[in-house]
C-alpha cells in the first residue's frame, strides 16, 4: 500500500477553514485516498473517499490534484467539535490485501475558541 | 444501537497474564479487524477476518490470536502479556475484505500491563 505522509499536529479557530495535506507521492493506479476522523477516547469514523479532482459531502471536501501525489481534505469553518485526529489512508479499491494496512499517525487537529 | 461494541473499556493486569477482549458488530457485515494504537495515535493493523480468509500482519507476535465464534464476532486473545502490549485495541467490521471499504470501529479497550 502507498505510503503518506501528513503533519502530526495543526492548530485553527472556530469559523476558520482548516486544509490538512496528505503526500502519497508512490500511489497506484487503482489506489483510492480515504480520509477517517477520530474523537478523543473514540474510534475513528469514516469521513470521505476520492480517486480524482475533488468530492464533497456534508462533512468535508477533498482534493486531489492530476497527479495523485497528495490530497488535501478541507473542513469549511470549523467548530470545537472538529478536534479530532485526522487519518489519510491509500490503497487499491477492492484489494483484500489489508494485512500492511496502517492508518499512520494521523494529524492531531485542535481547534480554539 | 451500537453498530460495533467491544468489552471491556478497560484493562488493567499483570504481565504473563492472559487475557481477551471481546468485539461484536449488529451491522451485518462479513469482515473483522483489530487494530492497536499506541500512545502517539499511530493506528496499525493487526488482523483482518472473514468467513474465508485470515490476514495477520507479520509483525504481531504469534502471542495474540484472534477468534471467531460466529461472524458478528471476534475475539482477541492475548497470551503472556507484555509492558509493550499496552495500548488502545480497536475493533472494526466492513461489508467486505477490501482495503476501500468503509470500516465501522468500535469505542476501543485501553489495555494497560503493570
Known amino acids: 500500500l502507498a505510503k503518506t505522509t501528513q503533519p502530526i499536529s495543526m492548530d485553527s479557530y472556530e469559523g476558520q477553514e482548516v486544509n490538512i495535506t496528505c503526500s502519497h507521492n508512490?500511489?497506484?493506479?487503482?489506489?483510492?485516498i480515504t480520509w477517517y476522523q477520530q474523537f478523543p477516547s473514540q474510534g475513528p469514523r469514516f469521513i470521505i473517499q476520492g480517486y480524482k479532482t475533488k468530492v464533497t459531502n456534508e462533512v468535508a471536501s477533498l482534493f486531489i490534484p492530476a497527479d495523485r501525489k497528495s490530497s488535501t481534505l478541507s473542513l469549511p469553518r470549523v467548530s470545537l467539535s472538529d478536534t479530532a485526529v485526522y487519518y489519510c489512508l491509500v490503497g487499491p479499491h477492492g484489494s483484500s490485501n489489508t494485512g500492511k494496512l496502517i492508518f499512520g499517525q494521523g494529524t492531531t487537529l485542535q481547534v480554539k475558541p | 444501537d451500537t453498530a460495533v461494541s467491544q468489552t471491556p473499556k478497560y484493562l488493567v493486569t499483570q504481565m504473563g497474564n492472559d487475557k481477551s477482549i471481546k468485539c461484536e458488530q449488529n451491522?451485518?457485515?462479513?469482515?473483522m479487524y483489530w487494530y492497536k494504537q499506541d500512545s502517539k495515535k499511530f493506528l496499525k493493523i493487526m488482523f483482518s477476518y472473514n468467513n474465508k480468509e485470515l490476514i495477520i500482519n507479520e509483525t504481531v507476535p504469534n502471542r495474540f490470536s484472534p477468534k471467531s465464534p460466529d461472524k458478528a464476532h471476534l475475539n482477541l486473545h492475548i497470551n503472556s502479556l507484555e509492558l509493550g502490549d499496552s495500548a488502545v485495541y480497536f475493533c472494526?467490521?466492513?461489508?467486505?475484505?477490501?482495503?476501500?471499504?468503509?470500516?465501522?470501529f468500535g469505542p476501543g479497550t485501553r489495555l494497560t500491563v503493570l
Open positions: 508512490n500511489i497506484a493506479t487503482n489506489d483510492y
Open positions: 451491522l451485518g457485515h462479513d469482515t
Open positions: 472494526a467490521s466492513s461489508q467486505e475484505l477490501a482495503v476501500t471499504d468503509t470500516q465501522y
